[in-house]
Each structure stands twice: as C-alpha cells, then as structure tokens.
C-alpha cells in the first residue's frame, strides 16, 4: 500500500541555516504529493504541494521538488527563522483522491 | 471564513464514559475527514464523508467508534465506551467540490481517558 516516510527528529537548527528535511513514499500510480505543518496547539496547514512529478511546489520560503526517479519529496528552506520552529508532515494522496497518508512527522526547532 | 471548527478543544473523562467530539466542516466542502493523532502512530484517517455520506471508514478502530453526518454542516464522531488508548487528538478536516482539493484543518479535540 501507499506509505510515506520522513527523517526523524527533532531537528534543532540555528536562525539563518539551511533546512532539509527528507521525505520519500511509496505508491502506485501518479500520487499528489503534500507538506503540512503544525505550529504548537494548532491543527495541520498545507504548506506546498506538488501534483505531478518534476513540479515544485513553494510557499514563505520552503521549496519541494516532486521527484519520480527517487520517489522524493525534500523539503528545503535557505534560511530559517525561529518562526519555523514547528512539526512538519509529509503526506501523500494517491490518484483516486481521497485520505491523505502522512509521514510520521518531523519537529523543528530553530535558535536565535 | 471561520474555518473549520471543532468542539470542545479539551475533554477529559474517565474509562467507559461516552465522549461525542463535533465539527463544522467549512461552509461550501462537500467532503470531510476525522484524522487521529498520537505519538505512537502519528496521523491516521478513521472516516471520511462525501456530500455527508461515508465513503472510507476503514480507519474506524472497532465497533466502539462511530461517525455520523446528518448534514452538510455538521458531524460527529462518537466513542462508546471511551477506554485510556483512545487519548489523542482527533482533527476533523474538510475540503470543496471533489476530494482533490486542499483539506483544511480544524484546531483538533485532545481527548484524554483517565
């Protein structure tokens, strides 16, 4: 079945570093690809999507590139701000629509 | 727009107790999930309605839960009996015409089972 996986955390970066955080899936056909986030207390945002391979999907800074070859969908940030500091989650929605399948999600804390 | 609104935010009961958690999907969605979160699992779909019909409850954990939408505004999610394993956050989210759209999240019911 359709899955996805992300690099665990907490990831604790300082304010102006550079951000990756991984993500890969698995899945048949053409999934749409997701990134969500969850500021404390608060429910999930959609942050960027992607619904075709090679597409970049960019929002506030964070880029993902929906790559096939590798079955990844990186998230990327130049420079992050304490701001930033939350829980990101990758997710997936196979071609029928539907439920979103989500990454287990990976904490984020920037320092000043 | 409001978004979507869940309530209570908080609910403590104790083990056997039924606990009924409501949600207010986003007025014009036509589409709209109960998710599930905790450490051990992380997000997880129970049920999802289309045009207030349920489509894929296969996430639904066993008989104790339930989940209705009698209308296009409003839906439940029911545990009867509560047991300490249902503590999570549970998060409705809805999202318009098909289900390929953007879900929207509510601000989630963290649900605690003494």
């Known amino acids: 079945g359709n899955s996805v996986t992300q690099m665990e955390g907490p990831v604790t970066l300082s304010e102006e570093a550079f951000l990756t955080i991984n993500c890969t899936y698995t899945?048949?056909?053409?999934?749409?690809l997701f990134w969500y986030v969850q500021y404390p207390g608060e429910g999930l945002q959609l942050l960027l999507k992607?619904?075709?391979?090679?597409d970049k999907g960019s929002n506030k800074g964070f880029e993902a590139t929906y790559r096939k070859e590798t079955t990844s969908f990186h998230l990327e940030k130049g420079s992050v701000q304490v701001s930033d500091s939350a829980v990101y989650f990758c997710?997936?929605?196979?071609?029928?629509?539907?439920?979103?399948?989500f990454g287990q999600g990976t904490e984020l804390s920037v320092k000043p | 727009d409001a978004g979507v609104i869940q309530s209570p935010r908080h609910e403590v009961t104790e083990m056997g107790q039924e606990v009924t958690l409501r949600c207010k999907p986003i007025?014009?969605?036509?589409?709209l999930f109960w998710y599930r979160q905790t450490m051990m699992r992380g997000l997880e779909l129970l049920i999802y309605?289309?045009?207030?019909?349920?489509?894929?409850d296969s996430g639904m954990p066993e008989d104790r839960f339930s989940a209705k939408m009698p209308n296009a505004s409003f839906s439940t999610l029911k545990i009867q009996p509560s047991e300490p394993r249902d503590s999570a956050v549970y998060f409705c989210?809805?999202?318009?015409?098909?289900?390929?759209?953007?879900?929207?999240f509510g601000p989630g019911t963290r649900l605690t089972v003494l």
């Open positions: 989210a809805s999202s318009a015409r098909d289900t390929h759209n953007e879900q929207f």
């Open positions: 899945a048949t056909g053409y999934p749409s």
């Open positions: 992607a619904t075709k391979a090679d």
């Open positions: 997710a997936l929605r196979g071609n029928q629509g539907g439920k979103l399948i």
């Open positions: 007025s014009g969605h036509n589409s």
């Open positions: 309605f289309n045009n207030n019909v349920p489509i894929d």
